[in-house]
Nanobody, 126 residues
Framework: QVQLVESGGGLVQAGGSLRLSCAAS????????MGWYRQAPGKQRELVAA???????RYADSVKGRFTISRDNAKNTVYLQMNSLTPEDTAVYYC????????????????????WGQGTQVTVSS
């Protein structure tokens, strides 16, 4: 069984930054791809960023150039650095693992797995 615990959410003004962390336990973290998803009120959950067991990454078009996903296998932790935040980034952010991933024609793809964290709220004020 895998446990994921997110932290780092909060209230920030537009243009500000936050760094989310997701600590994993209960599995061999280094062999699992990881993803960050978000869900805003009234909207479907969407993939924000994903990272392979190595260094391949994928970002939603809406966050490219502003968000950076990274991982520290020694700490069993994945991070999401969020810069230049806008009110449209307001959502509950979830960490995910256990999914499938592939790399094709220069693009990394990640499909969510069964393991989710409890979520952390990010609110960006205008």
């Amino acid at each position: 069984q895998v446990q994921l615990v997110e932290s780092g959410g909060g209230l920030v003004q537009a243009g500000g930054s936050l760094r989310l962390s997701c600590a994993a336990s209960g599995s061999t973290f280094s062999i699992n791809a990881m993803g960050w998803y978000r869900q805003a009120p009234g909207k479907q959950r969407e993939l924000v960023a994903a990272i392979s067991t190595g260094t391949r990454t994928r970002y939603a078009d809406s966050v490219k150039g502003r968000f950076t996903i990274s991982r520290d296998n020694a700490k069993n932790t994945v991070y999401l650095q969020m810069n230049s935040l806008t009110p449209e980034d307001t959502a509950v952010y979830y960490c995910n693992t256990g999914g499938s991933s592939t790399y094709y024609s220069g693009t990394y793809y990640y499909t969510s797995g069964p393991y989710w964290g409890q979520g952390t709220q990010v609110t960006v004020s205008s």
